[in-house]
T-cell receptor, first 109, second 113 residues
Framework: QKEVEQNSGPLSVPEGAIASLNCTYSDRGSQSFFWYRQYSGKSPELIMFIYSNGDKEDGRFTAQLNKASQYVSLLIRDSQPSDSATYLCAVKDGNKLVFGAGTILRVKS | EAGVVQSPRYKIIEKKQPVAFWCNPISGHNTLYWYLQNLGQGPELLIRYENEEAVDDSQLPKDRFSAERLKGVDSTLKIQPAELGDSAVYLC???????????FGPGTRLTVL
């Protein structure tokens, strides 16, 4: 079973700061990586996906992938209180997603 | 566009009772997933359907869990009999065949007493 590891947090950042969320995965052959956001009591929603080494930017969000280190990260710039949620990292294993346990992010105003 | 619909949203039952969850995926999405999410954990796949066919049910506890997707649209997940450890959120998701983006429904929160 492929594994995806995340620090459970909570990660607390002040409003306007950069939040950095990290994820490591066990299968060196993994090709596709996803970040989902899950508000308390709600279902996960996809924020970004990344396939290639390097950075991928979408608005305030940047995903970073380093396959050699088996490491994926999500940066949230200008963090807002509305970004407070659990962020789930997922890795594609065949045709299914393997999720990490998630990191709780708290943005304090 | 309507999202993934699930019902009921909440269910409380006593152990050893049966329970069923229903899911209607996004129109045109032929791939349907059932996930289990325990508190403080990420979703774990129970079963994946491509149209009517269950193509990955390796994580489904078949002694008490069953699922069906008649006509390749709606799906039902059943537990019989339920155990205390089955208390969790059951999520349904759908995607296009081969698509990377999975859209999740609101989930059913099951409490087994």
């Amino acid at each position: 079973q492929k594994e995806v590891e995340q620090n459970s947090g909570p990660l607390s950042v002040p409003e306007g700061a950069i939040a950095s969320l990290n994820c490591t995965y066990s299968d060196r052959g993994s090709q596709s990586f996803f970040w989902y956001r899950q508000y308390s009591g709600k279902s996960p929603e996809l924020i970004m996906f990344i396939y290639s080494n390097g950075d991928k930017e979408d608005g305030r969000f940047t995903a970073q992938l380093n396959k050699a280190s088996q490491y994926v990260s999500l940066l949230i710039r200008d963090s807002q209180p509305s970004d407070s949620a659990t962020y789930l990292c997922a890795v594609k294993d065949g045709n299914k997603l393997v999720f990490g346990a998630g990191t709780i992010l708290r943005v304090k105003s | 566009e309507a999202g993934v619909v699930q019902s009921p949203r909440y269910k409380i039952i006593e152990k050893k009772q049966p329970v069923a969850f229903w899911c209607n995926p996004i129109s045109g999405h032929n791939t349907l997933y059932w996930y289990l999410q325990n508190l403080g954990q990420g979703p774990e796949l129970l079963i994946r359907y491509e149209n009517e066919e269950a193509v990955d049910d390796s994580q489904l506890p078949k002694d008490r869990f069953s699922a069906e997707r008649l006509k390749g649209v709606d799906s039902t997940l059943k537990i019989q009999p339920a155990e205390l450890g089955d208390s969790a959120v059951y999520l349904c998701a759908s995607s296009l065949v081969g698509g990377d983006e999975q859209f999740f429904g609101p989930g059913t929160r099951l409490t087994v007493l």
